[in-house]
């Protein structure tokens, strides 16, 4: 399981009643933060997250509503006694953007690995020494343990811009009696779980001999800040929470939305419906937006399961049982 | 008169109940910024103080909690439609530091003047094109127009740091009888209210014809972070208020303080007595003090016009009548 949290919930400038568009990624007690506006760490201390168990700071791109948060938030990681290195993903320009930044800080107790504009899917699994969670660079100690699937997709603003899904992969169930039946020695058994083939001499065990059929894991998708571009629908496919952008409610603010390159409600809701998604979170909202919920019909009129996202929301997401393909 | 407001009154890191330790001094609806730690530009909007007619920001030092602001709050003041360039004062490295968070901020609409580690009082008066507080280079329009003497004082912190006083000077009484008396055209009154001697012919007129004695000023004072060090009571003298940090209140942090090169409420209280100001306000609490009342009387007792402060206190300080040398 998962636990998702909003920090924050507004767009373009930090207001006295709403954090800067951010969000929180629990996983087995370590964690992922989705972009970092001026006040996310204020947020993530409201929210009770804790700052020595961020591994992954992952940026869609560098206006400041998503990254002037973040060397105040690396310095008050290195003060609570972080030495573990910290990986920051983001699109092209983040060496450059962290280098400047780093500038303002005089010291860190931990390094910072940089992963720009990544052209692949990333693993991600926890590491055996520290529990933190770290890139799986193909190495032999991190074979089988791929525990989180982290994908960028290009998405269409005024900057390089990278929108994010997490995919939390299911094992097959594993079937001990036809390992017994087959004769199969109990010694491979993790090995196979695993998916891993083994050779013994003249047998060959394969893992298919041993576990069910394939089964849906758990997906979370973050998409901010763009235009509601065709490749997105297929990005977000079947995600059970998308975490998405309605700058504007007022379906007359269409024009705002496309000059600045930002959604609707409406559109966000649009992409949810072809996306196939679960359940839609709305986010950064526009500080010209008085009242982000007088316009929640516009979005739930097309996509009934639409939340209002708000500053601390959370959720839980888990292995769904009746998802078994 | 000035205005001035404590925008915030922590240090050391963004709290939810406390805004980083600032302060802003309206002077006929210009201002000047001290410190812009992450959060200022939100307390600032909660004070409803304004973006666009920020002229000078004074920055104490480069620790994150007093400038990890500055690039939102630029943004900011650039999206409220300012064109007229900003002063940014500082210690040493000033220049770098800006640099260094401009390569963050892909656009701005107006210049930026530095000033680092100035070695002389500066001198600002109203601009009469755009009503800005603009700087005294000894221009000919400048000329006599001097309304705030900006001086800094080299503190003592584990980074170069600056202490920030403001005199706003009060002109003697002009008296229009003596004037009349000597026969001095009314033409040349104002000069002579200016402060200038004027030639006319053989006649010569000088300010002391028509003034009386010397009056005092308003005088403002900023110390943080520092250790109380012999040179503060003079640089502060007879301040009307001074705004001093107050990082530990239990005398029992003396230690800490020494080692983190910042003071107890009892030293601020000694350096306020020692400078004859007339009022206190505490400032700069570490995190680390659940309730900075409790320790008050630490510095009331030395010094009883010492007022804890807290964001958003404000206070107008004026000339006074009884203080006429």
Chains 1, 2 share one sequence.
Not at 64 to 93: Q, V
Not at 246 to 253: H, I, P, R
Request: glycine residues 10%; proline residues 7%.
């Amino acid at each position: 399981m998962i636990v998702v949290t909003l920090l924050g919930s507004g767009g373009g400038m930090p207001m006295p009643n709403r954090y800067l568009s951010s969000m929180l990624i629990d996983y087995q007690s370590r964690k992922i933060l989705i972009d970092c506006g001026e006040g996310t760490q204020v947020s993530m201390r409201e929210n009770k997250t804790g700052f020595k168990t961020l591994d992954i700071i992952c940026l869609t791109h560098f206006h400041g509503d998503h990254i002037y948060g973040l060397p105040g938030l690396l310095s008050t990681m290195g003060n609570s006694g972080r030495t573990e290195s910290l990986t920051i993903i983001g699109p092209s320009g983040v060496n450059e953007i962290i280098q400047a930044l780093r500038q303002t800080i005089p010291y860190l107790p931990f390094g910072v690995d940089i992963i720009e504009n990544p052209q692949a899917p990333l693993s991600l699994y926890p590491d055996p020494a520290s529990g933190g969670l770290k890139l799986n660079h193909g190495s032999a100690e991190a074979k089988g343990k791929v525990e989180i699937i982290l994908s960028t997709l290009k998405l269409h603003h005024s900057s390089p811009c990278l929108g994010y899904s997490l995919y939390i992969p299911r094992r097959p169930r594993f079937y001990p009696d036809r390992a017994i039946q087959q004769g199969i020695p109990v010694r491979y058994w993790k090995r196979l779980q695993q998916g891993e083939t083994v050779v013994d001499g003249k047998h060959i065990y394969e893992p298919h001999m041993v576990l069910g059929e394939e089964r849906r894991g758990i997906k979370l998708s973050y998409i901010t800040d763009t235009r509601p571009i065709d490749t997105i629908p297929t990005f977000i496919c079947r995600s059970d929470l998308l975490v998405c952008e309605g700058t504007y409610g007022a379906d007359e603010d269409q024009e705002k939305a496309l000059k600045n390159k930002h959604m609707t409600y409406r559109e966000a809701a649009e992409l949810a419906l072809k996306g196939k998604v679960k359940e839609l979170w709305l986010t950064h909202f526009s500080p010209a937006m008085d009242d982000p919920e007088f316009y929640l019909k516009n979005a739930t009129g097309l996509f009934p399961n639409t939340i209002l996202g708000h500053d601390g929301i959370t959720n839980i997401l888990r292995y769904s049982p009746a998802r078994t393909s």
